[in-house]
């Protein structure tokens, strides 16, 4: 057995010497040291952390990527991987101490190609998500990852956090979605692991081991991604319910009635859209009356508009004969199907307007999400008389962005003083339930010692293990996850 | 960092006492150390492997287990972790030295509980598949995981082999319908990560490095399964086609007209069949006239027989009008639709009265299927005039069983005498194509020296540094895999 891998024996380089070695490798112009220039790579998305670096340097290619790190290896430099730069828990940017390298992938968005009799698609680590997207639906076909960052964020941020969003109730996550990738290890060394294959069962998955690393372990450069079937049709309905246990009992009808034409399954609490109407006046919700809970379902169809509409008409009529929901829209057209989804996607920005506020992204079994919600409520409450919670999510995936905002007449300031009793409670609730307190949003600097509290020693112990083994010198994206 | 897994330091303990030990752990009439009781554990399910070993140790629990492999890493003794023994690769058998212990896990068969809301099976690792999808029918669920073996080969086996299937096409991989294991690791200590979740990102994707690991890194105890509804009806046909090319054509048709409706999708060439209707003659293909290949078409429909009868006939008359297809059987009765299977399940057992014959398991990117058989079968006939190729398999995957018999007159020992040179034109000619040399049985024994040849030396290293981090003595299932 060969042990960790094996890294070069050089010490530390000068710090001049190192960068010209940089602008070497990917041109002066692409090695940044000003510190305006290098400020939209040393903050994070939600403006919560800033660090600082030796330089940002932008490969354009996997070689280019594989000699940079072969060098910050020999000089002992830490390497901050970056994609668009758009994650929510602080995973991207660098620490103070001006040490790491960034490495920002942007350039590296190349699409390779794209197989249709095979289903893929062959993207470079710096495409933005959309544009795989738009590639795909040229090309007649769905890539779905889906997800509020789309605009901006890049597929390899994506992978390396193994990113969900609102489609993962029917195609998964990132990770569902990959066949294969290209990565540069820790010792610069490039691992072409692009294969195009649904089966291959040859070795150690690396693969899996590689998304979701948070970039911890090498640098993801490339990937050959699903793709599926264009749907002929796309229908929503926004119903309303007394209780997440109906809303539950509605996703058991509509999955056995749909199966997988389930594509979306979205719960919305009354208080998560009454900030919504209140902050985008224009908006509107369009039931007969106000429920407790919301959710947005959406099926999806391989033959045509009318046979989905049909479905999901018998799905809710059904539904309202159990008396599981008090009143339904189904959306007659595209753009009312757009201003439905359009509901779901304020909330975060309503509840931003509304004040400062502390969110979460947790998991727990699918069936335990009602008493999830009705004892850590309970528990919130109790702490924080007049707490207002936001609760909203993908409950088809067990997934709640379960965010806390400041009590009527408690200034923000005093309320976020709570912020860590208030991830405490919440985040123990969580353990207590068998869930994840991160979802989908991964680790990063926010809750790399929050996870300690909840992850077993022996779980631990083999993180650290692999991590050693792979990356003994500790330089790819330190301080992050582990 | 903390570096390798630590291990005890005592040294290895005389034979009596640590065959004492492990009847402390699990009972003395659970230690197997007679020859001939032994015999069924030490040879492999071709008969191909015959090993030796200190003792078969049957635990009963999780506990037990943890126990005995903590035993084995004091003591020194290699662990051959062994499921219902029916892997094809010899990956469950021990080798020759006598060293090893052999731990059954048959006894660890209890269904933990199934959780309808959350559509998940709790299962130990000695459960046996289709006990598992017994369980889960009878809950009104769908496990969907089916294969050859699924009367004996135990769960904790497929999990072990990442085992594939049928139902790949739909449902994937066993790592794609597995939420989390429990695991005794090299040092006995017991991870639980049995988790019941959709979405958790929190630390490395330990499960599915354990998933797939042949028991070279640990032993898989239990796992929570996913379950789907309950189809309401499944459509099968045959059709006979001129080339393979035409079935990829038909293969994407099919795709973009059921989506996720299309659940089966077997290719077989002419001389496959032919073997099944010299052998069992009671079989028939029935459809009008002979053809070059011949694909079985599977659709499961969430909405009733009807519906799904008139998806696949209105997808057959539209391949007819395209000319992709010659004529079409779509069954009209489960007993019909059993029989179109049990053509496709009777090719193993034709060719093995047929005589020996030479099997691959490969996969190649979908589209590159037609290319790959056409060009690999000109390379066999140049080098072995008149061999025989029963080529079949799952296209819908990319996978392909291309075995060989020997030429008309050749005899079996004479022709046997060619395998490395046929392994070595096939698995070469798999590997030009971007494919795999193992799509879905693993590598065990019989392909471990052989994908030395097709990794990368940068695939390899990270392979074994992972290994030896965690599995420093080297004790779990040596010899197999890596």
Same mark, same amino acid.
Request: charge should be negative; charged fraction near 20%.
């Given at each position: 057995?060969?042990?960790?891998?094996? &890294? #070069?024996?050089?010490?530390?380089?000068?710090?001049?010497?190192? !960068?010209? /070695?940089? $602008? %070497?490798?990917?041109?002066?112009? +692409?090695?940044?040291?000003?510190?305006?220039?290098?400020?939209?790579?040393?903050?994070?998305?939600?403006?919560?952390?800033?660090?600082?670096?030796?330089?940002?340097?932008?490969?354009?290619?996997?070689?280019?990527?594989?000699?940079?790190?072969?060098?910050?290896?020999?000089?002992?430099?830490?390497?901050?991987?970056?994609?668009?730069?758009?994650?929510?828990?602080?995973?991207?940017?660098?620490? &103070? #101490?001006?040490?790491?390298?960034?490495?920002?992938?942007?350039? !590296?968005? /190349?699409? $390779? %190609?794209?197989?249709?009799?095979? +289903?893929?698609?062959?993207?470079?680590?710096?495409?933005?998500?959309?544009?795989?997207?738009?590639?795909?639906?040229?090309?007649?076909?769905?890539?779905?990852?889906?997800?509020?960052?789309?605009?901006?964020?890049?597929?390899?941020?994506?992978?390396?956090?193994?990113?969900?969003?609102?489609?993962?109730?029917?195609?998964?996550?990132?990770?569902?979605?990959?066949?294969?990738?290209?990565?540069?290890?820790?010792?610069?060394?490039?691992?072409?692991?692009?294969?195009? !294959?649904?089966?291959?069962?040859?070795?150690?998955?690396?693969?899996?081991?590689?998304?979701?690393?948070?970039?911890?372990?090498?640098?993801?450069?490339?990937?050959?991604?699903?793709?599926?079937?264009?749907?002929?049709?796309?229908?929503?309905?926004?119903?309303?319910?007394?209780?997440?246990?109906?809303?539950?009992?509605?996703?058991?009808?509509?999955?056995?009635?749909?199966?997988?034409?389930?594509?979306?399954?979205?719960?919305?609490?009354?208080?998560?859209?009454?900030?919504?109407?209140?902050?985008?006046?224009?908006?509107?919700?369009?039931?007969?009356?106000?429920?407790?809970?919301?959710?947005?379902?959406?099926?999806?169809?391989?033959?045509?508009?009318?046979?989905?509409?049909?479905?999901?008409?018998?799905?809710?009529?059904?539904?309202?004969?159990?008396?599981?929901?008090?009143?339904?829209?189904?959306?007659?057209?595209?753009?009312?199907?757009?201003?439905?989804?359009?509901?779901?996607?304020?909330?975060?920005?309503?509840?931003?307007?509304?004040?400062?506020?502390?969110?979460?992204?947790?998991?727990?079994?699918?069936?335990?999400?009602?008493?999830?919600?009705?004892?850590?409520?309970?528990?919130?409450?109790?702490?924080?008389?007049?707490?207002?919670?936001?609760?909203?999510?993908?409950?088809?995936?067990?997934?709640?962005?379960?965010?806390?905002?400041?009590?009527?007449?408690?200034?923000?300031?005093?309320?976020?003083?709570?912020?860590?009793?208030?991830?405490?409670?919440?985040?123990?609730?969580?353990?207590?339930?068998?869930?994840?307190?991160?979802?989908?949003?991964?680790?990063?600097?926010?809750?790399?010692?929050?996870?300690?509290?909840?992850?077993?020693?022996?779980?631990?112990?083999?993180?650290?293990?692999?991590?050693?083994?792979?990356?003994?010198?500790?330089?790819?994206?330190?301080?992050?996850?582990?």
């Amino acid at each position: 057995m060969g042990g960790k891998m094996k &890294q #070069s024996e050089a010490g530390p380089m000068a710090g001049e010497d190192f !960068l010209q /070695r940089c $602008r %070497g490798i990917v041109g002066p112009g +692409n090695v940044i040291t000003g510190q305006d220039d290098m400020a939209p790579y040393l903050t994070d998305w939600r403006g919560r952390y800033t660090g600082n670096a030796v330089a940002v340097v932008r490969p354009a290619t996997t070689q280019e990527t594989a000699a940079l790190v072969a060098l910050c290896a020999q000089a002992r430099v830490p390497v901050v991987p970056q994609g668009g730069n758009t994650g929510l828990v602080a995973n991207s940017v660098p620490d &103070q #101490s001006g040490q790491a390298v960034v490495v920002s992938l942007k350039r !590296l968005n /190349r699409i $390779r %190609g794209v197989d249709l009799v095979n +289903n893929t698609i062959t993207v470079e680590a710096g495409c933005i998500l959309e544009e795989i997207q738009n590639a795909a639906s040229d090309a007649g076909r769905l890539f779905p990852l889906s997800l509020a960052a789309e605009g901006s964020c890049t597929i390899g941020g994506n992978l390396a956090t193994n990113a969900g969003g609102t489609a993962v109730l029917r195609y998964g996550n990132a990770r569902d979605l990959c066949l294969g990738v290209e990565v540069v290890n820790a010792q610069g060394d490039i691992w072409d692991g692009l294969r195009g !294959l649904r089966k291959d069962n040859t070795g150690y998955d690396l693969r899996d081991l590689f998304i979701g690393a948070e970039g911890t372990l090498g640098i993801i450069t490339a990937a050959v991604l699903k793709l599926y079937p264009l749907p002929k049709a796309q229908v929503t309905a926004l119903v309303g319910l007394q209780s997440p246990q109906a809303a539950l009992e509605l996703l058991s009808l509509a999955q056995e009635t749909c199966a997988a034409g389930l594509t979306g399954f979205e719960l919305m609490s009354r208080f998560s859209l009454d900030l919504v109407t209140r902050h985008f006046p224009q908006m509107r919700i369009g039931l007969s009356e106000e429920f407790p809970q919301y959710v947005l379902l959406e099926i999806s169809d391989s033959e045509s508009e009318a046979h989905a509409t049909g479905l999901l008409e018998a799905l809710v009529s059904e539904a309202m004969e159990r008396e599981l929901l008090g009143d339904a829209i189904v959306a007659s057209s595209i753009a009312q199907s757009k201003a439905l989804w359009s509901l779901r996607e304020h909330i975060t920005l309503a509840q931003a307007i509304e004040g400062k506020h502390v969110k979460h992204d947790v998991s727990v079994p699918i069936s335990r999400i009602a008493e999830f919600i009705r004892e850590t409520d309970a528990l919130l409450q109790e702490a924080f008389p007049g707490i207002r919670l936001v609760t909203f999510g993908h409950l088809g995936d067990g997934n709640l962005h379960y965010n806390a905002s400041a009590p009527e007449g408690v200034a923000d300031d005093v309320f976020i003083q709570g912020q860590e009793a208030i991830n405490r409670i919440v985040h123990d609730s969580t353990h207590r339930f068998g869930g994840s307190i991160s979802a989908e949003h991964g680790l990063g600097t926010l809750k790399r010692d929050e996870i300690k509290r909840y992850k077993s020693a022996v779980e631990l112990r083999m993180m650290t293990a692999i991590k050693s083994a792979l990356d003994p010198l500790n330089l790819m994206n330190p301080g992050k996850m582990i």
